[in-house]
């Protein structure tokens, strides 16, 4: 077996570590006492007879091939201008855009230290590894062997068409997983221990990955930021291609896609796409229940049972709306409107108006704009992750939550009352000084990278972001990576919470902080008509026609 060539404990002096891949022999650099490779193929490029095609090994190389500079990113649109301002997204032109990143204190196989792979957020259609706040040096510098990696996006990874399979881009995140697990020994990590983390769209992801069978044994640990384990409806997949074949004039067939310019791909995608997101919820690509790499809904899967033996370590922010409206005029668009705004809010939730009155009496001195983003969060973000730390606790049945009276002799099927290994959670409170996003979506990036000072999360965070919370942030999730424990209470019937930034000196442990909002839906599940909300989100015109047009006002920027 081939093994490292270099050996990294003392760099200084050092000439660049060269280490062999299953494919050829890579050349990283030694950067702050730490052994670097980026741009490693783990795939061959998604492009020619393998483009809408499941991944396949890369074609080996000959020599050393250098791995000092990050490889080509995935095809995707820009971010539009305003959210361009707040969120990096590097392009790097080529090809060969299935590649990884490895970032390692001791290559060599005798090292065995514990891995972090990260997967990139985006909704699914933006972002890649390459991304600066993503630098694993901070991992590295604490013991911890750090990869991230690029996966197709957009219609490429996600497309739903009748001549091509689906979910490519998690196809292309397992076979990332499979490389790590053959070849992280040669970089010092012990293939036996992998933590999985990704945020938003990376932890949908890993949601779909922990209740994968094809998965299984690839990592140890998951930590879920601000994305739930979830699917897409496949019409709602598939009406977005169809948006798009209607712009490019071709059929809505893979065939005819890869015959059309990859720009002008990304152009029509991001055109089409315009009413996507977490509250206008238009057409969007996700993953769909497909019958094998994702058999069934991650969601129930896991809450039956599924990654019982894997720890998690999951939260959100405490303001996640504020990224997805604040930076296009949404805030000042939905106060306006009021009324109408609720409207679109519970079809949005599939709620009636029992839950927004539940949220108007708990915030009484929030704005409209304030009650719709945290009961659109909730409903997306935090109920389903509150229900599947209950069910891995033993507390509440795989279908929903606990009855009434609940039979002393539950029937098959439902979860037992036993725990799962430990499942943590966590909030991230700090406001960012950037005025109006708050605890946003993705603003607690820079912290666990322990990067909050760095340009790009400077965006999000603006200037002096404490770095003391950097530093406590980070910990938590290197310790987590390390035995399992973030150095908090793992979650049990008094639903404690670590909270990052809340105020205070200190991070304190809170219980039970948003059971208030969880209360409203858990009731709203258990009422005996749930298809009395349906006909009041369709009936016309107030329901459908007014919110269609406040929809159409949103747009407008």
């Known amino acids: ?32 006492g730490v052994a670097v490779f980026r741009g490693i193929p783990f795939a061959a490029p998604p492009f020619g007879p393998h483009r809408f095609r499941p991944p396949v090994p890369p074609e080996p190389w000959g020599g050393v091939r250098d791995a000092g500079a990050y490889g080509p990113t995935p095809p995707k649109p820009p971010y539009s201008e305003a959210f361009a301002r707040f969120l990096a997204d590097p392009v790097v032109a080529g090809d060969d855009c299935l590649n990884l990143n490895v970032w390692t204190p001791e290559p ?19 972002g890649s590894s390459a991304v600066p706040i993503y630098d694993g040096t901070a991992f590295a510098r604490d013991g911890v062997v750090l990869v991230s990696f690029n996966y197709r996006l957009g219609v490429e990874g996600y497309g739903l068409f009748p001549d091509a399979p689906p979910n490519l881009g998690l196809h292309d995140q397992l076979a990332a997983l499979e490389w790590v697990h053959a070849s992280v020994a040669e970089f010092g990590g012990d293939p036996d221990h992998v933590t999985v983390f ?44 169809r948006r798009m074949a209607a712009r490019l004039e071709v059929p809505a ?47 129930a899967a896991l809450m039956d049972g599924a990654a019982r033996d894997v ?115 966590y909030e991230f409170a700090w406001r960012s000084n950037v005025p ?31 770095r003391e919370l950097a530093q406590e942030m980070h910990e938590a999730w290197v310790r987590f990576a390390v035995d399992g424990d973030p150095g908090w209470a793992p979650w049990d019937a008094s639903h404690p919470v670590r909270l990052f930034g809340g105020g205070g000196e200190e991070n304190p442990l809170v219980h039970g902080p948003r059971d208030a909002e969880m209360a409203l839906w858990q009731a709203q599940s258990r009422r005996p008509d749930p298809g009395r909300v349906t006909r009041r989100v369709t009936r016309p015109p ?16």
């Open 1 to 32: 077996m081939a093994t490292s060539e270099t050996p990294a404990n003392d760099p200084s002096g050092s000439p660049d570590p060269v280490v062999r891949t299953p494919h050829g022999r890579v050349r990283g650099r030694y950067e702050q």
């Open 108 to 126: 060599g196989r005798g090292a065995r230290l514990p891995v972090m792979v990260w997967i990139h957020g985006g909704a699914l259609t933006r």
């Open 198 to 241: 990704g945020e938003s769209a990376g932890a949908i992801s890993i949601g779909a990955l922990l209740a994968a069978p094809r998965a299984r044994g690839l990592f140890r640990r998951a930590v879920l930021q601000s994305g739930p384990p979830e699917v897409t409806d496949r019409d709602k997949v598939r009406r977005l291609v």
């Open 253 to 299: 067939t893979a065939a005819a896609f890869a015959d059309v310019d990859r720009t002008r791909l990304a152009e029509a995608q991001a055109e089409a796409g315009r009413m996507a997101g977490p509250i206008l919820g238009g057409p969007a690509f996700g993953i769909v229940v497909d019958g094998d790499l994702v058999p069934r809904d991650p969601q």
């Open 311 to 425: 720890p998690l370590l999951m939260g959100w922010t405490s303001e996640e709306y504020r990224l997805w409206i604040a930076p296009t005029g949404l805030v000042e668009r939905i106060d306006r409107l009021g009324p109408l705004a609720v409207a679109l809010a519970m079809a949005r939730c599939h709620c009636g108006p029992e839950v927004i009155r539940g949220y108007r009496a708990a915030h009484p001195a929030a704005t409209t704009s304030e009650l719709i983003g945290q009961m659109v969060t909730d409903h997306l973000l935090r109920v389903p992750l509150h229900r599947l730390a209950d069910a891995r606790a033993g507390l509440t049945p795989p279908d929903g939550p606990p009855p009434a009276n609940p039979p002393a002799n539950p029937p098959s099927g439902i979860a037992p009352a036993t725990p799962a290994a430990g499942t943590h959670v």
């Open 436 to 466: 109006g996003l708050g605890a946003c979506h993705a603003l607690e990036l820079g912290f666990v990278f322990d990067a909050a000072d760095v340009p790009e999360a400077e965006r999000l965070a603006g200037p002096d972001a404490p």
């Open 542 to 557: 107030l329901r459908v026609t007014a919110p269609l047009s406040a929809v159409r006002r949103f747009r407008k920027s």
